[in-house]
């Protein structure tokens, strides 16, 4: 089993919907979860963070995490095509601070 | 967020030379940093965590002797992939730590070696 598995997609979304981005992780003692977009070609880009169990919300960005399932997800409200990129979720090895990263899921929002 | 720079940000060499790359916390003093490469079509893989004034710590199955990684100053981490072959060809991401919790990172070395 992979210490964290995303879906790679791709996963297409019509512009102005809301994408659903999954992540399961496998060590129950992790504390801290981070999602990353990442454009073609490029490194990536921190979206935000989450510890807590519930919900965090920036801007159009919501994290969701629930310790119990050892699931994490992301939704993005109102996709733009400029969304359209690799979203990465990691989490911080619990004792460390090293991140282990999922493959990425492969979001497309059409126009 | 914090600006991460990376030099180069793409370099092609022969097979049998060395290339370095260097990592750079521009706005503040990063103690550690983290070095990743990544292929295409998959995800980043966390290569050697580099702290400042002691040896990078190795993941396993890179070899240290391959990469090597030194982080002479709180503003600076360098790898140097010695004696690269067509094998080692990726792209290389720095991060630095920011705070107890968050990675910032570079904008990515991509290399080469023919």
């Known amino acids: 089993q992979k210490e964290v598995e995303q879906n790679s997609g791709p996963l297409s979304v019509p512009e102005g919907a809301i994408a659903s981005l999954n992540c399961t992780y496998s060590?129950?003692?992790?504390?801290?979860f981070f999602w990353y977009r990442q454009y073609s070609g490029k490194s990536p880009e921190l979206i935000m963070f989450?510890?807590?169990?519930g919900d965090k919300e920036d801007g159009r960005f919501t994290a969701q995490l629930n310790k119990a399932s050892q699931y994490v997800s992301l939704l993005i409200r109102d996709s733009q095509p400029s969304d359209s990129a690799t979203y990465l979720c990691?989490?911080?090895?619990?004792?460390?601070?090293?991140?282990?990263f999922g493959t990425g899921t492969r979001l497309k929002v059409l126009a | 967020g914090a600006v991460v720079s990376q030099h180069p940000s793409r370099v092609i060499c022969k097979s049998g030379t060395s290339v370095k790359i260097e990592c750079r916390s521009l706005d503040f003093q990063a103690t550690t940093m983290f070095w990743y490469r990544q292929f295409p079509k998959k995800s980043l893989m966390l290569m050697a965590t580099?702290?400042?004034?002691?040896?990078?710590?190795?993941e396993q199955g890179v070899e240290k002797d391959k990469f090597l990684i030194n982080h002479a100053s709180l503003t600076l981490s360098t790898l140097t992939v010695t004696s690269a072959h067509p094998e080692d060809s990726s792209f290389y991401i720095c991060?630095?730590?920011?705070?107890?919790?968050?990675?910032?990172f570079g904008p990515g070395t991509r290399l080469l070696v023919l």
């Open positions: 580099s702290n400042e004034g002691s040896k990078a710590t190795y």
């Open positions: 991060s630095a730590k920011v705070g107890e919790e968050t990675q910032y």
């Open positions: 989450i510890y807590s169990n």
């Open positions: 990691a989490v911080r090895r619990s004792g460390t601070y090293k991140y282990i």
């Open positions: 060590d129950r003692g992790s504390q801290s």
